[in-house]
Structure formats: structure tokens, C-alpha cells
């Protein structure tokens, strides 16, 4: 049997094949946040001719059913078909974010004071042919030539070793050498014949436990080509680190975590790489930050010992291990380094994004906070780091909420409602383009709105009679954000919770871990917000929330994906790179889930903005009026 | 099929397939030193019932065939057979010589004043478990150990990660570390729960053209557990390394050639570790030395650059490689140290040899010469040291002679000729055992004494009337050595002129070499000799078939295979691994064969024992008696 697509394209499928499967093995890749287990509604297609048999309707309207929708994972195909994707369900590479991006990543590696000194280089090694009267070996004539410019001490693995004879003879002589900098010494990844210095690209990922951000870089300026992303498919397994590790420990499955994790990296590498007909041999490194768990279960390490008290990891820094030995498809033979952990809870997602504010190296007082599925807090500067983490859930990273999505094209992410008239005013990313769901930004923006507008109550319950927007849906009352054809954006009650669940453990882990240290707000000078929220956090809408403290504006700094731009200026840098194991050495890690003062913290959190009110003063001024 | 042998034991057999392949295939090893191309005539079986096809019957006399005899590796079985394998044919561990060998192995070791510090180590880690208060990652813990036990440096491949969890849990906290010893740290070569400390084994393997040697060796006292010998039977390919060559590069066979030196170190490592019941995984290093060719192919390294003008080979010096890359059938993890080699044609076989002699300490000159399938001869003492090549071919070792064999059980070492009556006197290697071949000093005493008896002339011409042990052989003349039942040895014009073909190239090179450096025979204080002659070389007949040079007899000594004891001390101390790197540096390499006086010298020593019986007075006063 076959799909036909309305591009032309023609695909082979099965029926015990889910079509979300067969489109994945022809190398067409559908956004997936919940795994594929017909949850989450994001991998929709449209049915225009043939039967096929679709085991899960959720998130489906019956317009929309009417209409040939169907979620791609559990639909089955009986007969051929031909069928639509909609833009909003590939998983496509982020194109239209990047040139600012680039420019911004470049700065802040200036502003580092950083030279660009790559993970990796390419040497070009012109050798002297050899003669009666200079006829030392190959190997011997390599490590000449690298002498003779300065590079004194190499490691040459054995695997180079079968086929160095045949590459020095295949360039004439010449040879491109793509070495790594260890500790001590340079070691050889990579020998071919000829001058092959250019291109070289090094790869930066963020592996959270819901989104995967693949950034592929420019090795000799830094520049970043593009960025894709995707749900980490490890969600199948469940939602956040206890679940996954769980599997992997009591089913036995790290395999398949590992498996997930991996795959997800390979598909947005080829993406990316055919996007921009990049070859895929040019590709020389990895740098990898991602929580604790993440990081194990990337590197088919045991998690096991993460959850359980005393909460041991196997390793919080890492060896390096290359491409081959983890299934990803590269060069075998290139490097992975995995950015350092701090603890059980506190990853190399943090070190980086420590890395990334540079907090380690200010005079005054800052707080960074990274707000992912797990929120992760650090106080710190110059003088000493301390961290804590506290579970905000993936919310705001849109999983978990029925219409919530990343902040990618067709995210809704701000949102404004008229008090007089509660007329919504929405923005949407993307051209031209129809909302397709709510972003993190979107939804702190459409919490604050609906409590200023007097839509929800302080402890979020929707009100029936003040808008015409709220209405009965089929998981309880629900407010319209957007109504379009055949298929509403809505904020339900349950999303509600949800969300004040995630703003008030994040503003609880924020006041206990200043509590543990001796610190009030009032002290911190720099807040630094990491998440992926979208491309603008609107601070004052998080403020009004109760999510962030009420500090003057200007202390705030959104800085995005700090994870990945901490593996970014990694990749480009070895003073960071030892930096970054400096930061992880350095922070000390404080466990807060056993602190009465956080469940109270948290408690007190449940309200909109909080329960103590005079924390908010101007909020406080807000609502009053 | 099946073949049926006289020890009980039955084996699977096809037509197509030989018995020597099919009892190959069931872990009986046969001698082989033609590789199975039916022209040496060792893997001889006696069909006892059942029909066979023979394709070859060289070597074996019509009695013999009369009686059963075949060649396994030509015989091919048409119904189910019943079979006896002669003692001679296996191959086998040769127990009897080590009992000596070990303590003058031992000796030598404490001789170089070289502590016991083993290539790898186990060392016996009993780590303190986590608990919330010492909560650090199970890596951070093991290197916290090792560094209180004051190994700062400690090397971690990515590998060993996985599983280590899972082993510090399973050996509750108690785990043996095996390491190597690298330039700068220790590396982890093997991670196992509990104490797995003793037995701790290294392996060292002398790859010579023609015979591998290979030597168990205990790595906490320095006992030389058993030694196992074979043909090297890439023999099959060609006899000497350039034809090797040849076939690896023009038929693109690197790979059998590869495959064939490794199937033969496993079969030997597997019979010696069978015979002493020694598991596999207790088993922790290789040390191998060989010449530049074998070296390569034992790597998986291009040799085709050592034939052609410069002469260049891929490597001298060897990256460290691993059993698992190179098929060797042990913890695929543990380390391979190849020695390094000088040039194309003077290898790690050699820096072994002077190693094994310490002649790199001595203040007088002196002569190292390794008389292998190549010969190579080294003069120098700790000022400097020269070496050459000179090809004498692989007929000491019992190659390419009819009746030639190695120096085990069954061979002639020894060959007395009374003048008077001609009655022969023989010696043979083990206890009540019939004589099967002649091995290399067999063949010097047998050339002396038929050269003084006047068996032989000048030329080494048999004399037809002289000794009716005389006779017309199938190959022309050839003389009885011992006349057998139903199999006779015998030394055939052809063998002779082999003989001295090669004693003709050893002594040229001795003498041109010397000539090279500007010294003369009576420089010289000390002759090291090193080769496959057997037990006791008998220097004196040496001499008289003007093999080794004239000089005082307390002047040589007979250090036997120096290939693999220089491996043996290199498994047992870092020290001499580290010397042995400095001897390959230090030696320079002389091209004797652009050398005219070495050709001159060549054709005046195919006489006995020269053409300038001058630089043999004693000799020459034995000759007019």
C-alpha cells in the first residue's frame, strides 16, 4: 500500500504501520509531544481520499473529523491514500528565528572575552614526500610536520593507523588532520587526503526533558547556520525524570530511552543538514548540555540511582565518548563532550546556562533560573554558586496543556484582553499566519489578562458570567483564546491549574533558596530567565502572575534557551569549556524539596499573585484599581 | 560425516572441506609449517578405516602410505573415517622447556635491575558507600579512592561508563580495577566487582616470519606459566616477508594475511590456557615483537610501502592498540604493545633482541645477531648501536629443509659422524622419543661433521662413495641422517646448499657491517646470538661451517628466541618498556644489500667454511688433520 501526499511525494505504508511511522521511515518527521501515544493532537493529518482506521480522536473537533483530520500516530491506513500535511504539523527547522540569533550568539561570545579556539580543528599538512635519505615512516613524517608548527604533543588512536598509509599516499602528501584539544594534548579524530579544512561544523544541544534544541554551527566564525527542535520522545515513557527513570529501571528500558533520545537528535540533524546541503562528514563535534537524567540516559547510563535516596548518579562529569559508540550518525569518529552535572537535580543544562549569563564571573548578587519541565534556581557570583532545583512541570513548553505548544510558528504568545470590552487581542509568531496554540509567554500573558479582566479568580477558577468566552468544554469549563474554523484555542481550568501550579513552585524555589543563603529579593541585582517561553518574556505579565518577584524591571534579563547557547559557546571555545567545569565544581547544590519552608512557600504560591499580597506592592496597586 | 579418533573424541567432517580445516574446526591443532598447501609434509594422519581422497603425498614414503598415512590438509574424507593422529603432527604446548626457561627468565629480569611494575595492574578498591552526606557520583567516588591511594591521574574511557553503575552496586562498593600505565596516567583497562585481583596474566608474543612464539606469564611474580609455538601459517602466502608483501598488496589479501597471524596467537593462546585451565578474562596485556612486516600485518597495517624504494612503513612506533580491534579473542578491552621497529628491515623482533641482551649497557663492543628467516645483526654497546639485514632465509627453523623442523620434541639438535667407522650419532629433543625431523642446530653439527668425515666437500657436494648413507634420493643425492621404520631423515644436496646459502648470508653480513663501522672481528668482546636453533646451539660447529666468526669461544653466548624474552620483560616492567623505546631511537639503520662488499662476501662464504680459510686458523689446522 501507499500514501500519495499532496506534494507528489509517494510513500510506501502497512496497515499495523501507524501512518506517523511510515511517514518517519520515508524521512518525513510530524511534530510529536506526546511520543506518539495520540495524546497530544500535534501530529494531525488531513485524510482526502481512502479508508483508513484511526484508534484515537483526541483533540479532534467533529468539524475538524468531518473534515479528513486524523492524529498520524493512530491512524492506520486500509487502503492507499492520499493525504494532506498541514505546515503546522512538520517538524521543520527553525529558519526564520536564526539571523538575529546568529548576530546575538556571536556578540555574546565577544562579550566573553573569548577567542573562537573550536572543540575541534582542521590542520591542512603539506609533507614532504619521502626519499632514500629522509624515509621515516608515515606516522613519524605526520608528527614532524605538526612539530614543525608548534603542536608538540599528539594522540594518535589506533583506528587511524590501517588506513594513514593509503590517505597520505591518495593526497600526494597532503592531508587534512582534524584533531581535538584533550586536557593535554591534541588527539586525532579524522585523516583524509587532499585539503578538506573547510567546511566544519560542530553541533550544540539542549536535550531537555521535553524539547530537543539542535544547533548547528560554523566551527571557524562561529556563526550559527540554523536551529531545529523537536518534543523529546522520551515523553512516550512519561512526562518528566522519576517516570522516565522508572522505565528505564524498573521495565529495564534505558535502550529504549536511549534509543528515543538519540533518534530525535539524528532526525533534526538530518533536517537540518538537508535544509542546507550540508555534507555530513563536515560535521566535527558535539556538545551536549541536558539535566542529570538527560544526560544519562543520552549517554546509556544508568539513572537508576538518581531517584533513589541517596540520590547517586554514575557520573556528574562525563568522559568523552564519540559519535559511534552512542548510534549517532555522523563520523564515528568524532567527539561528544556532555557538559558537567552538579547533582542529581542540578545538570549540565545548568552549568551551561550559568556559563551562558556569565553570572559566575559578576561582583554582585544574581539569581538564574531555568524554567523547563524542572525549574532550576542559582544564587550566586564571582565569589561562590549555590543551586536548588523545584519541579515547575512542562507547562510553559506547552506539554501538558491541550492546546499548548512551543514557541514555534502559529504559537500564540502574547495575549491582551480590554477590561472594559474583554475583546482579545492576540500575537501570533510567524507571518501571516493562523494561530495553531499558546506558547509560554502566551499563557503567562493570557493569566495575567483573564485576572486583571476579572476572568479568573486569584485562585484561577474561571467565572461563567463575565465573558461570553467562557464556555462547558469536554474537560470542564474552558476560555476561548482564539476561535477559528473548525477548531478553538482554549485555555481550560485544568490548564489553569496547571500553569499556577508551574509559577508557584518556581516563585517558592526562588524565596527558599534566598532564605537558605541569608538573602532577601532586595539583594539580588540580576535575575537572569532561561525557558522556553518564545522569543519575548513579558516581565511584568510574569510579575503580575506571582510567577517572578517584584524587582524593578530592569534587573530582569530573558535570555531564551540558555542551554543550548551555554553548548554553543562551548563548541567555539576551550577557555569556556574549562570554565564550564569550573562552574560545575564550583556550585554547590541544595536540596529544597525537604524544606518545610518550600511547601509553605508553595502553598502560599497557589494564589494569583501569592498569598502575601505586600510581597507585590504594585500588583497589589493593580487591583486595586 | 564424521571421522572417528583413536582418542574417542568424534568430529563433524564434508567432503569438501580437509580433515586439517575440519579438525581445525574442533580445536585440534595440527603442525602445519606450510600452511595446508600439502608441501611440508608435518600434519600427517594415519586413516586407520573408511575411504579417503588424498590430493597430495609428498613427503610420505609408499610404507607409509601402505600403511595410512596422509596429509590432513590435502586429504578430503568421502565416508565416515577412523582416524589416528600421531604425537609428532599436534601441536601442542611445550611444557617440557619451561621449567628452566622461567627461572633464567627471572633471573634476567632481576639481572636488568627491573622492579616487577607490570604493564597493567589490578588494583583492589573498597570504596566507602553513598549516603546523603557523601552523595558524589560513583566515578567521582572511585577516582577519589585511586587519588588517596595516590594515583592522581586517572584515564576513564567512555566504555567502561555504562556498566559502572551496575558493578560498584553488584560488588556492594567493592571493585577490582584493572589499569595500564600510559606516558602520563593510569587507564582503565577493566572494571569488575569484588576482588578479582589475582590471577592476573600478560601475554607475550614473539611474531616471527616463520615461527610465532608465544609466552603465558604470571604479572605478580614474573613466572613464565607455559610457551606455545607454531608456524606462522601465512607460510601458505610465501615463505619470506617480501612475497607477503606481494600478496597482500597486488591480491589485495592484507585481510588473510591479518587474519591468518591472529587465528594462530588465538590458537595458541587458547591451547595454553586450556592445558593450565586459565580463564580468558584473567588474561590483561599482550607485549609483541616481530619484524617490520609481520608487525604490520599482525596490526592490519599497509606493508606496502616496505618493498618499494625509500622503503617506508606505515609506522615504527605503534599507537597502543586493543584485543577487541585487532580480533584477538580475550576481554576485547585489554591492551596490545607493539614494539617499535627501527626501519622496513630491522625491526621490533630486534629491539626486543638487544633489550633481552642489555647490550645498550655494555662499555665493550659487541655483536647481536638474530638469525631468523631474516637475518639481523646489531653491533654497538651503550655509546651507539648499528643494525642491518641480511636474508639467510628460514631453513634453521626447519623451513624449506625436507626433514626440517622446529626445536621440539622429536628433533635431531645434535649429529655426531665418527671419522673412522662414519657410524652417526644422534641427539634428540625429549625422552624416549624416535626422531621425527632435524631442527636448525641439528643441521650446523650434521654440515661440520659431514664436512670433516668427507661426506661433503667444500661446496657441500655429497660424496657418493664415501658413506653408503649416501643414496639417490627423489630429489637427487641425499644422505640418511637416521634411518627410520618405514621413514627415513635425510639431508638432501638440496637442504645442504640451503644450509649454506644461508650460513653465507649471516657471515657476510657480519663482516660487512663491521667493515661499515670501521671495525674488525677482533674489536669485537661479546657475540650475542639469538634464533630458533633449539636448546644448545654447538658454537664451535658454527664456527667450522664458517657461520659465526672465529673468535675465543667464552666470547659467544646463545640467548635462544631473544624476540620474546625482550616481550617478557616488557610485560613486567615499565622501565625496560621505556628502554626499549630508547633503543629504537638510538639504533641507526645500514642498507647492506646496495653494498658490494657485502655481495663479495656472500658468494666467498658458499664454501666450507670460506674461501678465506685464513680467518679460520683453527679450522684450518682441523682440516689438515
Redesign the interface.
Known sequence: MQISLTSGKKIKCLPETSILESLKKAGIYLTSSCGGKGTCGKCRIIIKSGQAVSKSKIKLSQEEINKGYALACKTFPSEDLFVDIPKQSMLAVEGKVVTGKSKDLQALLHLTGAEITPFTERVLLKLPP???D???????RLKRELFSKGMACL?????F??G???TVRKGSWEITLCTMHTE?CEEIIGIAPGNKTTPQYGVAVDIGTTTIVVFLVDLTNGNLIDVASTYNSQIRFGDDVITRIVHATEHNKLKELNDAVITDINILLSIICNAHSIPIDSIDCFVVAGNTTMTHLF????P??IRE??????????????AG?LGIKVNPNIPIYAFPCV??YVGGDIVSGVLATQLYKKQELCIFIDIGTNGEIVIGNAEWLVAAACSAGPCFEGSGIQHGMRATDGAIEDVKINHETLEVELKIIGENIKPTGICGSGMIAAIAEMFFAGIIDQKGKLQKDVSNRVREGENGLEFVVYSGEGRDIVLAESDIENIIRAKAAIYAGFSTLLKEVGYTFDDIQKVYIAGGFGKFLDIEKAIMIGMLPELPKERFQYMGNTSVTGAYLCILSRKLRAEAEEIAKKMTYIELSVSHSFMNEYISGLFIPHTNIDAFPNVKKLMKR
Chains 1, 2 share one sequence.
Open positions: 619521502p626519499t632514500l629522509d624515509n621515516i615512516s608515515d606516522l613519524e594522540r594518535v588512536p589506533f583506528r593507523m590501517p594513514l598509509a593509503y593535554d549517554l546509556g547510563l544508568d537508576s540511582g535516596e541517596p540520590y547517586i548518579p554514575t557520573a556528574n562529569a562525563f568522559p568523552l565518548s564519540f559508540e547533582a542529581s
